[in-house]
């Protein structure tokens, strides 16, 4: 299995009503693009400076590493991909992904 991690840096002021369009965008993914089985979105909940800004998070479980190279590029992907962008702070580090096996 692998872990998917990706922690957001949305700009100030996002609409609660964008970012649960996003939660449930990505959520869809599952069966629009089947591979995964787990999902979880959350916003951070403490500021004790180890946040380094970032304010919304999601991990996703893949069966392997076949199919998180799948969903990266797929069109269902880049949809929710395009509805993140105008939202993300003017940083290079707005979006932090990282994968592991487990």
Known sequence: MIRHVVLF?????????TLE?????LAA???KIGGFAA????AGVTDDGRQ???THG???DFADEAS????????????VVAIIKPHLVADDDAVLAFDYAC
């Open 9 to 17: 840096k949305f700009s100030p002021g996002t609409p609660a009503a």
């Open 21 to 25: 369009e996003i939660r449930d965008g």
């Open 52 to 54: 380094h800004g970032y």
């Open 39 to 42: 999902y979880r979105w959350g």
């Open 58 to 60: 999601f991990t996703m």
């Open 68 to 79: 998180l190279r799948r969903y990266g590029p797929h069109a269902e992907h880049q949809k």
């Open 29 to 31: 993914l599952e069966r």
